[in-house]
Protein backbone atom coordinates (compact mmCIF):
# COMPACT_ATOMS: atom_id res chain seq x y z
CA UNK A 1 0.00 0.00 0.00
CA UNK A 2 2.99 3.03 0.66
CA UNK A 3 4.04 1.82 -2.86
CA UNK A 4 1.80 2.28 -4.63
CA UNK A 5 0.74 5.42 -2.51
CA UNK A 6 4.16 6.56 -3.13
CA UNK A 7 4.23 5.91 -7.18
CA UNK A 8 0.50 7.37 -7.42
CA UNK A 9 1.64 10.55 -5.46
CA UNK A 10 -1.13 10.10 -3.04
CA UNK A 11 -0.62 11.68 0.79
CA UNK A 12 -2.48 9.80 3.44
CA UNK A 13 -3.70 11.27 6.51
CA UNK A 14 -4.76 9.01 8.78
CA UNK A 15 -6.64 9.41 12.45
CA UNK A 16 -6.98 5.87 14.64
CA UNK A 17 -9.10 5.33 16.87
CA UNK A 18 -9.66 2.15 18.71
CA UNK A 19 -13.07 0.18 17.58
CA UNK A 20 -15.56 -1.17 20.11
CA UNK A 21 -15.97 -4.61 21.64
CA UNK A 22 -13.06 -7.17 22.21
CA UNK A 23 -10.99 -6.84 18.86
CA UNK A 24 -10.61 -2.97 19.48
CA UNK A 25 -9.42 -3.58 23.00
CA UNK A 26 -6.31 -5.96 21.38
CA UNK A 27 -3.30 -4.30 22.23
CA UNK A 28 -1.75 -6.28 19.50
CA UNK A 29 -4.21 -5.15 16.97
CA UNK A 30 -4.07 -1.77 18.16
CA UNK A 31 -0.57 -1.50 18.22
CA UNK A 32 0.16 -2.75 14.12
CA UNK A 33 -2.64 -1.27 13.34
CA UNK A 34 -1.35 2.98 14.71
CA UNK A 35 2.09 1.55 13.72
CA UNK A 36 1.42 0.69 10.28
CA UNK A 37 -0.98 3.75 9.61
CA UNK A 38 1.73 5.88 10.83
CA UNK A 39 4.44 4.53 8.48
CA UNK A 40 2.16 4.84 5.36
CA UNK A 41 1.21 8.66 6.53
CA UNK A 42 4.91 9.28 6.71
CA UNK A 43 6.39 7.69 4.00
CA UNK A 44 3.94 9.39 1.66
CA UNK A 45 4.53 13.00 3.24
CA UNK A 46 1.01 12.95 5.06
CA UNK A 47 0.52 13.17 8.88
CA UNK A 48 -0.66 10.18 11.42
CA UNK A 49 -3.39 10.85 14.26
CA UNK A 50 -3.92 8.84 16.82
CA UNK A 51 -4.93 8.51 20.59
CA UNK A 52 -2.67 6.80 23.18
CA UNK A 53 -4.83 4.65 25.44
CA UNK A 54 -8.31 3.01 24.33
CA UNK A 55 -11.06 5.58 25.21
CA UNK A 56 -12.67 6.93 21.58
CA UNK A 57 -12.17 10.49 21.05
CA UNK A 58 -14.63 13.27 21.70
CA UNK A 59 -14.47 14.45 18.50
CA UNK A 60 -11.95 15.01 15.40
CA UNK A 61 -12.20 18.42 14.95
CA UNK A 62 -8.78 19.26 16.22
CA UNK A 63 -7.42 16.58 14.23
CA UNK A 64 -9.17 17.81 11.08
CA UNK A 65 -8.15 21.34 11.93
CA UNK A 66 -5.02 20.53 11.29
CA UNK A 67 -5.06 18.38 8.14
CA UNK A 68 -6.80 21.78 6.44
CA UNK A 69 -4.49 23.83 8.04
CA UNK A 70 -1.37 21.73 6.27
CA UNK A 71 -3.30 21.06 2.97
CA UNK A 72 -4.02 25.20 3.08
CA UNK A 73 0.10 25.87 3.30
CA UNK A 74 1.04 22.75 1.04
CA UNK A 75 3.67 23.60 -2.41
CA UNK A 76 4.03 21.55 -4.58
CA UNK A 77 7.72 20.63 -5.87
CA UNK A 78 8.29 18.77 -9.03
CA UNK A 79 11.59 16.83 -10.08
CA UNK A 80 12.66 15.17 -12.86
CA UNK A 81 14.62 11.83 -12.04
CA UNK A 82 17.40 10.80 -13.96
CA UNK A 83 16.32 7.18 -15.12
CA UNK A 84 17.95 4.41 -13.99
CA UNK A 85 18.89 0.77 -15.40
CA UNK A 86 16.24 -0.53 -13.03
CA UNK A 87 12.38 0.81 -12.20
CA UNK A 88 11.93 1.17 -8.51
CA UNK A 89 11.41 3.54 -5.51
CA UNK A 90 14.72 5.72 -4.23
CA UNK A 91 14.93 7.67 -1.40
CA UNK A 92 15.09 11.27 -1.53
CA UNK A 93 15.49 13.96 0.66
CA UNK A 94 14.18 17.37 0.86
CA UNK A 95 15.83 20.75 1.97
CA UNK A 96 15.51 24.43 2.54
CA UNK A 97 17.60 27.11 3.19
CA UNK A 98 14.74 29.11 4.70
CA UNK A 99 15.03 28.78 8.63
CA UNK A 100 12.80 27.55 10.75
CA UNK A 101 10.48 25.87 8.18
CA UNK A 102 9.15 22.64 8.70
CA UNK A 103 8.88 20.30 5.76
CA UNK A 104 6.88 16.95 5.39
CA UNK A 105 7.61 15.17 2.28
CA UNK A 106 7.57 11.55 0.70
CA UNK A 107 10.41 9.54 2.23
CA UNK A 108 10.69 7.57 -1.63
CA UNK A 109 9.46 8.66 -5.26
CA UNK A 110 9.48 6.39 -8.38
CA UNK A 111 11.99 6.45 -10.44
CA UNK A 112 11.66 4.85 -14.34
CA UNK A 113 13.73 2.13 -15.82
CA UNK A 114 15.96 4.20 -18.52
CA UNK A 115 14.66 3.16 -22.24
CA UNK A 116 17.01 0.62 -23.68
Given at each position: MIEQSQRAGVIV???YTPGGGHLGHSFWRTYWGQNYLSQLSDETGGESYYLIGSAPPVTFAPYLEDITRKLN???LV?????PEKKAGMRR???QTEVPNAELISADKVWVPAAPE
Amino acid sequence: MIEQSQRAGVIVYSIYTPGGGHLGHSFWRTYWGQNYLSQLSDETGGESYYLIGSAPPVTFAPYLEDITRKLNHQYLVTFVPKPEKKAGMRRIKVQTEVPNAELISADKVWVPAAPE
